[in-house]
């Protein structure tokens, strides 16, 4: 049987990883400035991360959600304390997409209206709600489209207003920071008066830190370098460093019904051990200011070119775009240089490395770049 062919493939076996490091099966050696699509965000092999599933396996690999597990409410806690959200409540599933799908499910209960506002170049999941509120005609369905959503302008408060002012949106869905649309940072001025547009129509905020949170930015979360506190955070990627798990946050003012949702796999025990072993990690080793430490070295010390239109980023989550194609300088990059980067569009560079990099690796990675760039 063959698979269905749905990826642009690279040409790379990987069997083993070890921090920012991954050898393929000839025994070459990489370096990570990708993580696996931002999902490696501890490292790669962690021996405590190991330990902490394989323990959990010993004992009870699986129950489904109609019994307590205590892990659940311990990783709770752990995420309360690292992002501040003390106070919100949290519910778990398995990934981004899913994620956003009980976000939006959520406003559109607690709002009654059934009207959602997404911003252009978003990608938010490619479930049937989360690809409705994506803006990228290659993988949006008829069937998808028919949902009742409108796009605004990133950064252009008055597009969001004209749509929200009418009274009827239930939520406004932003990412943290745009990812696959080519790193676009929303402004802490715009975030704050989107926060408030949002208050006053009665319309939720959510933000999708799937790939942005985790410390990715620089902070836990990157709507927290604008200081405004959004109804509902969705996350997935980094939380469990590779195990499937995915949760989002949720302000007091929501109050949950018995069955409004639900989920067989969420929170299960095999992804808490991971996501609880992470959280540990996080703090023991300081990622979120390693990752803030890091990125700035990175930015501060990007070479110059020609070549370069722009460089944007916060953390250890950077685009670099260039006035053409990357296709043949992500190619050098991986097999000549054996650096794993990623791609937004077809002329941004993506990094999104393990949060762990050290200075080391960051210098390895710009004297590698500016050697390919002259
Ligand atoms: C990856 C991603 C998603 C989707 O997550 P999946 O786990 O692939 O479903 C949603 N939103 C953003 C911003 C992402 O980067």
């Not at 791609?343 to 990099?357: E, S």
Request: aromatic share 10%; glycine share 10%; with cysteine.
């Amino acid at each position: 049987m063959n698979l269905f062919d749905v990826y642009s493939l690279f040409n790379v076996v990987p069997v083993k990883g070890r921090g920012c490091k991954v050898w393929d099966d000839k025994g070459q050696e990489y370096l990570d400035l990708y993580g696996g699509h931002a999902v490696i965000s501890i490292g790669h092999s962690h021996p405590k991360y190991i330990s902490a599933i394989t323990e959990q396996l010993g004992n009870i690999g699986f129950y489904s959600n109609s019994v307590i597990n205590p892990m659940q409410a311990r990783l709770a806690d752990k995420i309360g304390k690292l992002s501040g959200y003390n106070d919100y409540s949290l519910f778990l599933c398995n990934s981004g997409a899913e994620a956003n799908e009980n976000a939006l499910k959520l406003a559109s209960f607690h709002t009654g209206r059934n009207k959602v506002v997404a911003f252009h170049k978003s990608f938010h999941g490619r479930t049937s709600g989360a690809v409705a509120v994506t803006d990228n005609p290659k993988i949006v369905s008829p069937f998808n489209a028919t949902h009742n959503v409108e796009f605004a302008t990133l950064n252009d408060i008055q597009s969001v207003e004209s749509i929200v002012s009418k009274g009827d949106v239930a939520a406004v869905i932003i990412e943290g920071i745009q990812g696959c649309g080519g790193i676009h940072i929303p402004t802490p001025e715009f975030f704050k008066q989107l926060a408030d547009l949002c208050h006053k129509y009665g319309t939720m905020l959510i933000c999708d830190e799937i790939q942005s949170g985790y410390g990715r930015s620089g902070k836990f979360f990157a709507h927290q370098h604008a200081g405004v506190r959004p109804d509902i955070i969705s996350m997935a990627k980094g939380i469990a460093n590779g195990f499937p798990c995915g949760g989002i946050l949720i302000s007091p003012e929501f109050k949950p019904t018995v069955g409004m949702l639900g989920t067989t796999f969420g929170g299960n025990y095999l992804a808490m051990a991971a996501a609880i072993a992470v959280a540990d990690i996080f703090e023991e080793e300081h990622l979120v200011e390693n990752s803030a430490k890091i990125g700035k070295y990175l930015l501060d010390n990007m070479p110059k070119s020609p070549k370069i239109k722009e460089i944007r980023g916060l953390g250890l989550m950077i685009g670099i775009e260039f006035n053409e194609p990357i296709k043949e300088i992500r190619s050098k990059l991986l097999f000549d240089k054996h650096i794993f980067t990623g791609v937004a569009g077809t002329n941004t560079i993506r990094l999104l490395p393990p949060l762990c990099l050290s200075k080391a690796e960051a210098d390895t990675f710009l004297a590698a770049f500016s050697e390919l760039l002259k």
